[in-house]
Structure formats: structure tokens, C-alpha cells
T-cell receptor, first 113, second 115 residues
Framework: GNSVTQMEGPVTLSEEAFLTINCTYT??????LFWYVQYPGEGLQLLLK?????DKGSNKGFEATYRKETTSFHLEKGSVQVSDSAVYFC????????????FGTGTQLKVEL | DVKVTQSSRYLVKRTGEKVFLECVQD?????MFWYRQDPGLGLRLIYF???????EKGDIPEGYSVSREKKERFSLILESASTNQTSMYLC??????????????FGNGTRLTVT
């Protein structure tokens, strides 16, 4: 079956620090990969996605590259802000899966001044 | 922008009560989903639907049922609420089951407490 493994949090960083949140996956078939973000008190919203190997998804200064050889999709940002404090979820879907997503457990990010 | 609206933000119910969680989307999406979110477990799929009057079990359907009488509305039903169903419930929708990499759009969630 499909599964997603994320690094455990919380991750606490100072403003302007570099961020990496690790995500690895196993999938039956060729997955599409996603990062979702959940701000306090809200539902999840799509941050970025990549649909094939070596694709790079990017949005709001965040980036993630689809690495088929290492089955990874790590999230990075060069300089975090306090407003980036949220929970980040890695997820995948596969053809034949009917648009169901399999999520990781989420990583909480806290950014301090 | 797609809007997914969940009828209640917070609910407190007693053990054994029948509980209805309502979800409405306004973008004519075919797919609708119910997830529950628990610390350390992430999101787990309860039920989903690709069409009116159609439903399929997700990974943790026990103790739940769903109803989809209209395309825009997807209801989650707890037949007899139990304390282990205390959780955050998230509804989501997406365009079409044929577009497997189509993003999901989520509501803000309903935090249910069963006492």
C-alpha cells in the first residue's frame, strides 16, 4: 500500500533560518506528491505539488523536489518567517486511487523572533 | 475560490448520541471526503464519495456512516457516539476522480468532543 513518513516535530527555528522538513514515501504505482499546510484554527490548504520525477514544486518561497531514486519529497525554505508557523503535511496520491490522498503525520513548525 | 463549509466548528455530544456532521462545497466538485485528524496519527480517511448516492469506505469506517443526497453536500454520521471518536473532523472536496493529482480543498474542521 501507500505510506508517507515525515520527520517528527515540533521544529523550532529563529526567524530567517533555513528550513528542511523531510518526507519519504512508499507507493504502489507512480505517485503525485503534495505538501499541505495547516495554520492554527484552519483546515489544510495546498502549498505545492509535483507530479513526476525531478519536478520541483514551489510556492510562497517553499520548494520541494520529487526524487524518485530516494523516494523523497523534502520541503525547504531559505528564510522562514513567524507567519510560517503551522503544521505541514506531506501527502501522495496514485493513479487508480481515485484522488484519495495518503497523508503523513504532520510536522509542526514554530518560528520565533 | 472553492469554499468548503462545515456546519459546526465545535460540538460536544454525549456517549450514545447520534451525531451529524455536515459539509457543503460550492464548486460542483464530484469528489468529497471525510478525514479525522488526531495528534501523532495525521489524517485518516473515514469515507469518501465520487457521486451522488455513492459512498466508499476509507481506512477507518467503523462506527461511521455517510450520506450524499445532493452533489454539494456530504454528511458524516456517528450512529452511536463513543469517547474514542473525540477528534477533529475534516471535510474535503476535489474536482474529479479521474484527475488523481487534483488538489483537495478542505473545510476548517469540526472539533467533536464526546463525553
Amino acid at each position: 500500500g501507500n505510506s508517507v513518513t515525515q520527520m517528527e516535530g515540533p521544529v523550532t527555528l529563529s526567524e530567517e533560518a533555513f528550513l528542511t522538513i523531510n518526507c519519504t514515501y512508499t507507493a504502489t504505482g507512480y505517485p503525485s506528491l503534495f505538501w499541505y499546510v495547516q495554520y492554527p484554527g484552519e483546515g489544510l490548504q495546498l502549498l505545492l505539488k509535483a507530479t513526476k520525477a525531478d519536478d520541483k514544486g514551489s510556492n510562497k518561497g517553499f520548494e520541494a523536489t520529487y526524487r524518485k531514486e530516494t523516494t523523497s519529497f523534502h520541503l525547504e525554505k531559505g528564510s522562514v518567517q513567524v507567519s510560517d508557523s503551522a503544521v505541514y503535511f506531506c501527502a501522495l496520491s496514485t493513479a487508480g486511487g481515485g484522488n484519495k490522498l495518503t497523508f503523513g503525520t504532520g510536522t509542526q513548525l514554530k518560528v520565533e523572533l | 475560490d472553492v469554499k468548503v463549509t462545515q456546519s459546526s466548528r465545535y460540538l460536544v455530544k454525549r456517549t450514545g448520541e447520534k451525531v451529524f456532521l455536515e459539509c457543503v462545497q460550492d464548486m460542483d466538485h464530484e469528489n468529497m471526503f471525510w478525514y479525522r485528524q488526531d495528534p501523532g496519527l495525521g489524517l485518516r480517511l473515514i469515507y469518501f464519495s465520487y457521486d451522488v448516492k455513492m459512498k466508499e469506505k476509507g481506512d477507518i469506517p467503523e462506527g461511521y456512516s455517510v450520506s450524499r443526497e445532493k452533489k454539494e453536500r456530504f454528511s458524516l454520521i456517528l450512529e452511536s457516539a463513543s469517547t474514542n471518536q473525540t477528534s477533529m473532523y475534516l471535510c474535503a472536496s476535489s474536482f474529479s476522480r479521474g484527475l488523481y493529482n487534483s488538489p483537495l480543498h478542505f473545510g476548517n474542521g469540526t472539533r467533536l468532543t464526546v463525553t
